[in-house]
């Protein structure tokens, strides 16, 4: 029965196996592979072997900014997300509140009702009659509305506001799993809260910290139509600029090189936090 | 809503939070504003679309269904939110099927390796959707396949990781030894499956299948590169539509959107908990 049993789980492993080498893999890699090849107005791409796309990333001063606008917002968003997203997660934990489960109810609510619709609800916020710029002017603090909308900044707020869960839940993993014992015997020994936080908790939470850092990181790298609604054209990350390269100037094998680019940085960010946390896990020893 | 709860709230933090010094007040505030960062934004939208002006503005100017009546009469919003359903059924009963068989071979078959299955079955969850999406889009100008399979592929791809965590955690609350004694009495594996552990699992299924749903429906993404003419899915057409004008149309719209989420969301909160679909 024990052989019949490994055949039975082997076909039920089938239909997922291929479905993700036919529909994930395969033309992921075929499209990660048109990156070195030369470019052609006709065909798409001609199976020339070329190192164009990717000098063209490296030495053209507008694709370098974009690279650094990508790596500055998505930066940001993560900051800002971690900033708001442990106080949240910590309470979240913490508390003894018979509304906790409603409290992360609306935590992960903002996140099933998809990203246009969070999007749409910054444009109303922020637009010149928005709520923001209606407080403002009526306060007397400015005289005309602020141009938020089409700026750096009102992608940055978006975006976190559509990430943050996304710290939060491996945060509130964490510090759901510490042993509250810990914090109970430092505070016997006499260590005051501040300490017991910066010395038990936050470091506790590290792996939540990297983990939710990480996810973040990369979401907002790859962001695509919180830039464009939002950022207008002052703002131009990876993701927009793939978008366009597929279907405005169709340049597959550069869109290619652009997202191998992104692919690599969402791989350097993963591998320098999964090595500062490993270092923090020695050292803490 | 946090301060709903401020005996409980206030005693849990004055015993262990390093906020207790600065006053568990200052901790419950900027609570309170992280809830109002969190929700704001789509309270607003649901407000603005009862505003009966064209602007959006904010404190609206009265009160009127105006805006979802526009909504009714546009043939484009309508269209893609039939079709936005349609993609959502169909993608979710893929995902939830193809999920299920996966979750039930991770659980039940792979032993030692289970981590390692738990890992792959993820895969699209690693993989930027801006990627799977073109990727899917070349495919079809490479080999002949009708481009609803494309999105509809992409749509399940990005919910099976969602699904398999769901059911794969349900399946961990089945006792195994119901199956076995099912197959000693002479069940072929199959009889098992349909008539012991998917009654069981019953709850965990459902709540995949509505999770899934969501997840098609909220997608932009996958859509964005795979929608064509008689398939745009309705994010999809609101992001084209805003990228042009903005009235509250997108605002009535969206707030439709919500509700229905909404009430699928406490749906699944009721069955399983979001939680365990959520994996955290």
């Known amino acids: 029965m024990q052989e019949t049993g490994r055949g039975f789980g082997a076909a039920l492993l089938t239909p997922i196996t291929l479905f993700y080498l036919v529909f994930l893999i395969a033309p992921i890699s075929f499209f990660l592979v048109m990156s070195v090849f030369k470019y052609d107005a006709f065909l798409l791409y001609k199976p020339v072997l070329t190192g164009e796309n990717f000098t063209r990333l490296l030495f053209d001063s507008y694709y370098r900014a974009i690279v650094g606008q990508t790596l500055k917002v998505a930066a940001l ?11 949240l997660a910590y309470v979240l934990t913490r508390t003894q509140s018979a509304w906790r489960g409603v409290l992360l109810f609306l935590v992960i609510a903002p996140l099933m009702t998809g990203i246009i619709v969070r999007t749409y609800g910054w444009i109303v916020l922020l637009g010149a009659q928005g709520l923001v710029n209606g407080t403002l002017v009526a306060s007397g603090i400015i005289d005309r509305p602020l141009k938020i909308l089409g700026t750096e900044t009102a992608v940055v707020v978006a975006l976190v506001h559509i990430l943050m869960p996304y710290m939060v839940f491996p945060l509130f993993s964490g510090l759901a799993a510490q042993d509250p014992n810990l914090e109970r015997a430092a505070s016997t020994l006499g260590a005051g809260r501040a300490r017991i936080f910066f010395e038990i908790t936050l470091p506790l939470s590290r792996s939540g910290i990297v983990m939710g850092s990480v996810l973040v990181f990369t979401l907002a790298a790859g962001a695509v139509v919180t830039p464009a609604l939002l950022g207008g054209k002052n703002v131009q990350m990876l993701g927009q600029t793939i978008y366009d390269l597929v279907l405005h100037t169709l340049n597959w094998p550069l869109a290619s090189a652009v997202a191998l680019v992104l692919v690599f940085l969402q791989l350097s960010i993963i591998f320098v936090y999964l090595r500062s946390s490993r270092r923090g896990v020695v050292r803490a020893r | 809503m946090a301060s709903s709860a401020p005996a409980e709230l206030q005693t849990a933090m004055r015993d262990r939070s390093v906020a207790g010094r600065l006053g568990p007040a200052a901790l419950r505030l900027l609570v309170i504003l992280i809830y109002a960062f969190l929700l704001g934004p789509i309270l607003i939208i649901v407000v603005t679309s009862f505003d009966p002006t064209t602007a959006g503005a904010f404190p609206p100017r009265g009160f009127s269904l105006h805006w979802y009546g526009e909504f009714l009469r546009s043939d484009n919003f309508t269209s893609a939110f039939e079709f936005s359903l349609y993609l959502g059924v169909c993608a979710s009963i893929c995902a939830t099927l193809i999920g299920f068989v996966t979750a039930y071979a991770i659980v039940r078959f792979l032993g030692q390796k289970r981590e390692i299955g738990q890992s792959l079955a993820l895969l699209p969850a690693i993989v930027p959707q801006i990627l799977t999406s073109i990727s899917l889009l070349l495919a079809l100008t490479f080999v002949p396949f009708p481009a609803f399979a494309a999105l509809l592929a992409g749509h399940v791809i990005i919910c099976l990781p969602f699904t398999i965590a769901g059911i794969t955690a349900s399946l961990d609350g089945v006792d195994a030894q119901l199956e076995a004694a099912a197959l000693t009495l002479g069940a072929s594996r199959l009889r098992v499956l349909w008539e012991v552990v998917v009654p069981l699992a019953a709850p965990g299924i459902l709540s995949a299948l509505i999770f899934a749903f969501i ?66």
């Open chain 1, 77 to 87: 968003t993560t900051l800002f997300s971690l900033l708001l997203g442990y106080p």
């Open chain 2, 215 to 280: 997840v098609s429906f909220g997608d932009v993404y996958i859509a964005l590169f795979l929608s064509g003419p008689g398939m745009t899915t309705l994010p999809v057409e609101i992001f084209s539509y805003v990228n042009w004008e903005s009235t509250p149309v997108v605002a009535a719209i969206t707030s439709l959107q919500v509700l229905l989420i909404l009430v699928l969301g406490l749906t699944v909160e009721r069955l399983v908990g979001l939680r365990k679909i959520m994996r955290f």
